[in-house]
Each structure stands twice: as C-alpha cells, then as structure tokens.
C-alpha cells in the first residue's frame, strides 16, 4: 500500500483555504493512506477559549469531516487528519479517520502540549485501531509521542501503521519516531506543518516541518524539508510489521515483562 502525507503551512482560521488547498492536493495524489498535520484545517495557536470553540466543528457533521469523506469516497481511499472537535460543550483537539465507505471514527489527543492545556479537554477515546483491507491503521497525535506508551498501546492493540497528525515544535520527534517504529515494529506516518504563528502577545511559535515515513525497522523511508509545501507517499509492505519476531529466539511482545513494568 502507499502511504503518505502533505505538509504545508496553514493559515490561521482560513478553514474553508486550508481545506481545499488540502483537497486540491489529495485529488492529484496517488496513495491509499493520506496522513494530514494536527489542526491542519484551522491552525496551532489559539488566543482564548472563545476563539478555539468558533473555529472547532462537530465530528463527522462539520464541514472539514465532510470534505474529507467527500474526497476519501471519491479516490476510495484512507485519510487521518487532525481538527478542532466540539462535542457536548467541550473542545478536543482530535484526529479523524475517513475512508471509501465514509466517516470511520475519531481520536482525542491523549497527551496535550502546553498552551492547548487552556483550550482543550484531555481526550477520552484512548487510543485507536482501525482495521482495514490495506492494514491495521493506529492513530496518535503529536506530543502523544513523548509518551512511548502511546505508540506501545497502538502496537499491542494491532496497530500496523501509526498515523501522526502533528504540529511540532520540539526538534526531537522525527528522531524519535524511528525508535518508537524500531521498538513496535509498526510504521508510521507524521504529517507535520511548516511556517509559524504568533498570534496576539503569545510566543512565536515556530514549525520544523520535516514530516517523516519511517519502517517498522526505524528506516527513514523520507523525511521532507523544514520549510516547504511537501506531499510526499511511500510503498510500504504493511504485512512486515506483523512479525514480531526479533530473531529465532525473541518476541517482542512475548519477552515483555509487565511484573517489573509500571
Ligand atoms: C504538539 O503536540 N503540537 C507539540
């Protein structure tokens, strides 16, 4: 299967802008899994409370959900993309997953990262597995990084695949993703941004872009540029990240030992 991602800079609150530049890119594309940046229909950083809740949608009746259904029916294919989500007068900063047969589910960001403390609730679905005929898609979402147990918890529940919506702003992840791929043996995807914001008399905060498809052996199959509009897919043999084998004599869920983990 061919997976992928397009990194770009999206303008602030331009939702209708970011969405069909987005589309516009999606449709030109030959791939089957399609990894977009975290909020990458309204941009990072919000000011007030006030302001996040205007630019967040209902999932899967807003516009963004349905735009992306839309074109995900159309090229029959997958597409995980991180969007603002309002949900019974709460605010998650999510990731959908669409696919050829419509809208397929929602993940709220388990791990939030400093200011969006402010503006979001902490998310309640945990993390998530979705199967398809093109492999087993986990979906975790930036900062969820930091935490090795979210890329380990979307392992162990099957995941083949990590879908990475981001927005980073620490240099460390792309490094970091080939160690969470090596020790899951899963490959993943991260879509990050480019440019930056700053916005009110909050902090600039600046993009490293360098999204990244990295193995289920921690190779970098492509890291893209820090600055520029990319859209980049990769021809992965998903089934690779099945065998957990690490050589005759060791698994790599087999040899955990829970007793002495916390
Ligand atoms: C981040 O989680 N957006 C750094």
């Avoid at 490293?208 to 990295?214: A, F, L, V």
């Amino acid at each position: 299967m061919k997976a992928g991602f397009y990194q770009f800079s999206p303008e602030f609150g331009e939702i209708k802008k970011n969405v069909k530049k987005t589309v516009d890119a999606i449709e030109a594309a030959d791939v089957n899994l399609m990894v977009l940046p975290e909020l990458f229909n309204t941009g990072y950083q919000f000011i007030s409370k006030k302001e996040t809740k205007e630019l967040s949608e209902e999932i899967p009746s807003g516009y963004t959900t349905r735009a992306l259904e839309d074109v995900a029916r159309k090229k029959k294919i997958y597409i995980a993309a991180g969007i603002s989500e309002k949900s019974k007068g709460k605010l998650y900063n999510s990731a959908i997953l669409t696919g050829p047969d419509g809208f397929m589910g929602v993940y709220r960001k388990t791990h939030l990262f400093y200011e969006e403390k402010l503006w979001f609730t902490a998310g309640d679905t945990g993390f998530k597995v979705w199967q398809t005929p093109i492999g087993n898609i986990g979906v975790m979402i930036c900062f969820d990084w930091f935490f090795p147990e979210s890329a380990r918890t979307l392992a162990l529940r099957g995941a083949d695949i990590i879908a990475h919506p981001s927005n980073l702003v620490l240099p460390h992840c792309p490094d970091a993703m080939i160690t969470r791929c090596i020790e899951n043996r899963v490959f993943a995807v991260t879509a990050n941004r480019t440019g930056f914001e700053q916005r009110g008399d909050k902090e600039k905060l600046e993009f490293i872009g360098k999204s990244q498809i990295t193995s289920h052996k921690g190779e970098i199959l492509y890291r893209a540029s820090e600055d520029r509009d990319e859209f980049s897919v990769r021809e992965i043999d998903i089934s690779r990240a099945r065998n957990k084998q690490i050589n005759s004599l060791n698994n790599l869920f087999d040899d955990r030992k829970k007793e002495f983990y916390e």
